[in-house]
């Protein structure tokens, strides 16, 4: 029989999980506090254990951390309330295996995922992910940061939460929402995708909402928008930061009160859409300089999923190089040359670049010709070509040397009558900016002796944009 433990302060929830349980035939132990844990965890080895995230003299979260350090064979659910949900998100990246939330509105559900897990069905799960990443054109790779990614998208996909994705241009955020659409019971349903920067405010609107007859010179017909359309499905929202504030309001009121009117129309419509969306900017910094609505984040970021851009996961390049060689057709292969091009290059357009690389490739090699050498790839990538960027940061005693350096490649690559790549422009000043405020921060806190706030207070900025610009971005979901 297996031994279940109960972690929770509110006796009514345990005791009803308690009677749940014993039903089941299980064998249950109830801790109303971290004293009785703490005396339970000694007495025995449990099979799994419902943990509260707020107790009145412990953490849930300490205890799910201990539980799983030292019975790795308990498996975990913690139980949150939904303005909790955020720490639920917390919990599965320390290692729950799974979250419900609290009140059960569905005793099925709870009684699936229970059992779920009682049958040992963890690596299930794992087969599963690699099933879906496929069916949503994800190449999975070898990445760890790639792999507990996705695992937490998995593990989110079925419950009714928005998600925020986001990732440098390229690194694959529709895919991850298709993955996540996929995952959710939501599969059936459409998944609508939409490109907030790629429409004007009042075509944007009408696409989301949809339009009455009349509503404005054109609209000759009344058409559904995107909201509609998807029904219960998902709706992707790419470029969420490029909406405006007026957009920004209503898609706002959608997710507080699940309520919209099309434009020009009278009628108010319900919807039970699952919102996904995605950006590459820094929406908390658009909030700071109010192109962005905090409260429309606070509603869209209840899990925050970043996908690292390629140059930092570089053990993946090659498992999606010959993935994109193989869809291809199985004979081509990379040069030993190329393959070390490809790990040193940056990729500013990431998977997407790539794959074009890979694809230009192909067209200009010779018709008998297996193997992709450097010859067949841009200009820019070659090796001995000036680089904009030296790999060495800029530090105080080599500041200046960086920016001459800076400074005389791009004077080079201006001059120069090859072709220009725009986005690897874009990109070297992204990251001369990124260097340049990470060098200034350093000095700073050479001067006062490491003191962070001082330092913050003397760059006359807050101590997160201090941490973002010592790279140290807060990982809270
Ligand atoms: N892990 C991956 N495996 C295979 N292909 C990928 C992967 N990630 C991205 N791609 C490919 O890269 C291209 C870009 O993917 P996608 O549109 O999902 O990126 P994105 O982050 O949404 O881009 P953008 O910000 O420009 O909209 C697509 O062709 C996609 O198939």
């Known amino acids: 029989m297996a031994n279940i433990l109960i972690v929770d302060d509110d006796r009514e929830v345990a005791n009803f999980l308690s009677y749940f349980l014993k039903e089941k035939n299980l064998e249950v132990y109830k801790a109303y506090n971290g004293k009785d844990f703490q005396r339970l965890f000694r007495q025995q080895s449990y099979h799994l254990a419902l943990i509260d995230v707020k107790l009145p003299d412990a953490s849930g979260l300490d205890i799910l951390k201990e539980i799983t350090e030292q019975m790795p064979v308990c498996k975990t659910i913690v139980m949150t309330g939904y303005s909790t949900i955020k720490v639920a998100v917390e919990a599965i990246k320390l290692g729950a295996n799974d979250f419900i939330e609290k009140p059960f509105a569905d005793l099925d559900v709870l009684e699936k995922t229970i059992d779920h897990l009682l049958k040992n069905k963890t690596t299930m799960a794992e087969s599963d992910i690699q099933v879906l990443a496929k069916k949503s054109g994800i190449v999975t790779g070898n990445s760890e940061t790639m792999k507990r990614l996705l695992a937490l998208a998995y593990k989110i996909a079925p419950k009714h939460i928005n998600v925020l994705i986001e990732g440098e241009t390229g690194t694959g955020k529709e895919l991850l929402a298709h993955f996540i659409h996929q995952a959710s019971k939501r599969n059936e349903q459409p998944f609508i995708g ?184 841009p200009e820019k990538m070659r090796i001995g070509k000036p680089r904009l960027v030296e790999k060495k940061q800029p530090e105080e005693e080599n500041f200046e040397e960086y920016m001459q350096q800076w400074t005389d490649n791009m004077i080079a690559v201006w001059k120069s009558e090859d072709k220009v790549e725009m986005e690897m422009i874009l990109h070297n000043v992204k990251e001369l900016e990124r260097e340049i405020g990470r060098a200034f921060v350093i000095k700073m806190l050479r001067a006062t002796i490491g003191n962070r706030q001082d330092a913050a207070k003397r760059l006359n900025i807050s101590m997160r944009k201090l941490r973002y610009l010592l790279n140290e971005k807060s990982t809270r979901p």
């Open 194 to 377: 939409i490109n907030c920067g790629a429409l004007s405010d009042t075509l944007l609107e009408s696409e989301l909402f949809g339009h009455d007859k009349g509503a404005f010179t054109g609209a000759l017909k009344e058409r559904k928008g995107v909201f509609e359309l998807a029904g219960k499905g998902t709706l992707f929202l790419d470029e969420i930061g490029e909406a405006s504030l007026a957009t920004q309001v209503k898609l706002l009121r959608i997710l507080e009160t699940g309520e919209f009117m099309r434009v020009g129309g009278e009628k108010i419509q319900k919807t039970n859409t699952r919102i996904i969306s995605a950006t590459h900017v820094d929406l908390a910094e658009a909030v700071k300089s109010k192109t962005f609505r905090e409260d429309l984040l606070y509603r869209l970021d209840v899990v925050k999923l970043v996908i690292p851009p390629l140059r930092e996961r570089k053990e993946d390049i090659h498992l999606i190089a010959n993935h994109l060689l193989e869809q291809a057709g199985t004979v081509f292969q990379l040069s030993a040359e190329t393959a070390a091009i490809f790990e040193q290059y940056d990729w500013p357009g990431n998977v997407r670049e790539l794959s074009n690389v890979i694809k230009r490739a192909l067209t200009v090699m010779d018709e008998d010709s297996h193997i992709i050498t450097p010859k067949h790839l």
